[in-house]
């Protein structure tokens, strides 16, 4: 497997280590960065407006994506369509980087010529993105048809070539069943791929063996995202493992484990395309390790982030990944700073006017009907 400079990989047990991304600008175009800057920045304004709804008491509970971004984004740049999306409550920039294309919603900011990272889906990405706030405020027009109000629904577009699948609340069970997926694809013969974001909390489950273990035995085209933020709800990894990284546990499986910055989104992308090549050819299972920081409790509302000791927080918060990647564009000549404010701007404005939409939606009514077997 190819390795980006800024990964050390873990196929014999060694420590895995993130090394320096001081050069990361040199292995991509600039167009690759600033459409993963604007990415980020739509998944930052989405978790923003959300944010602001449950501070003034609009919504009742939110559960923030705030610095996943980059490890998010970057994960969905690799894949394509007919792939799938196996996702948590805070890998929206996933979501947002599936199912949008950016440059059809500011065609006047990207031009048409542009080289993109991976070809868009099919289909309308503004419905999509006003379907999925309907989800989040509980409305009808929502894609579990407003029976709940979170990232626990799956959503299939065949005929675009999107394959969803939507968090379980016991969030290890969720590994054994993108392997399912994964396997569904080898048993087509397909070359598609699935990929599982995980907080490190669920590494400490069963499902966890279990899923890593029958996916590199039969060689699944599976890849497997650690996010860790080094806080399970409160429970500092400390106390979940001895092991100096959880990249290390895949030679257990004899499957390739590799530690990297989160905060980095090249990084993040070098990673997972080695990752998902290695996956189409059929050569199985990657484990990847990407080390975010805690910016938000587990929830807003409870106190799990004032476990987190000050200076580690500060730590956190000072290697915010959107302030490192506009500082990085900045001193790189890549874009202005009015460049990088009208990017923020649009984003801003169209989540307000997307998020206003799906408030005027109907609710459902306690009679309407809900599928829950596929069609």
């Not at 975010?292 to 000072?318: A, M, T, W």
Request: glycine letters at 8%.
């Amino acid at each position: 497997m190819d390795q980006s400079p800024n990964t050390t990989p873990s196929e014999t047990g060694a420590p895995a280590e993130a090394t320096s991304n001081a050069s990361w600008l040199d292995t991509v175009s600039d167009h690759t960065v600033r459409e993963m800057h604007a990415y980020m920045r739509l998944t930052r304004e989405w978790d923003l407006r959300y944010e602001k709804m449950f501070k003034t008491g609009a919504l009742s509970k939110w559960y923030s994506s705030v610095g996943n971004e980059a490890t998010t984004v970057a994960c969905a740049s690799a894949i394509e369509s007919g792939d799938a999306l196996v996702s948590l409550h805070r890998d929206v920039g996933a979501i947002l980087r599936h199912y949008i294309d950016i440059q059809s919603l500011f065609p006047e900011i990207f031009p048409g010529n542009m080289t993109l990272v991976r070809d868009p889906l099919s289909g309308d990405s503004r419905e999509r993105l006003l379907r999925l706030a309907c989800q989040m405020l509980g409305r009808e027009h929502g894609f579990s048809g407003g029976h709940e109000r979170s990232y626990h629904y799956n959503h299939l577009e065949p005929e675009n070539g999107l394959i969803h699948i939507g968090m379980i609340s016991h969030l290890g069970s969720m590994i054994p069943v993108a392997a399912g997926a994964a396997l569904s694809f080898q048993q087509q013969g397909s070359d598609r791929v699935a990929i599982n974001f995980i907080g490190e909390g669920a590494t400490s489950t069963g499902d966890f063996h279990e899923g890593l273990n029958i996916a590199s035995v039969w060689k699944l085209p599976f890849i497997l995202v650690i996010e860790n933020n080094h806080w399970a709800f409160s429970t500092p990894t400390s106390q979940q493992y001895a092991c100096d990284n959880l990249a290390s546990r895949a030679a257990g499986y004899g499957m390739p484990g590799i530690e990297v910055d989160g905060n980095d989104p090249v990084a993040v992308h070098q990673v997972m395309k080695s990752a998902v090549e290695r996956a189409r050819a059929g050569e199985g299972p990657t484990l990847v390790e990407a080390h975010v920081g805690r910016h938000r409790g587990h929830s807003e509302g409870d106190d799990s982030l004032n476990q987190v000791p000050s200076d580690e927080l500060k730590g956190y918060l000072d290697n915010d990944p959107m302030d490192l990647i506009e500082t990085r564009m900045i001193n790189s000549g890549i874009v202005s700073r009015a460049w990088l404010e009208e990017i923020r701007e649009r984003c801003s404005t169209l989540i307000m006017e997307v998020v206003d939409e799906a408030m005027a939606m109907p609710e459902p009514t306690p009679n309407s009907d809900r599928s829950i077997y596929a069609e």
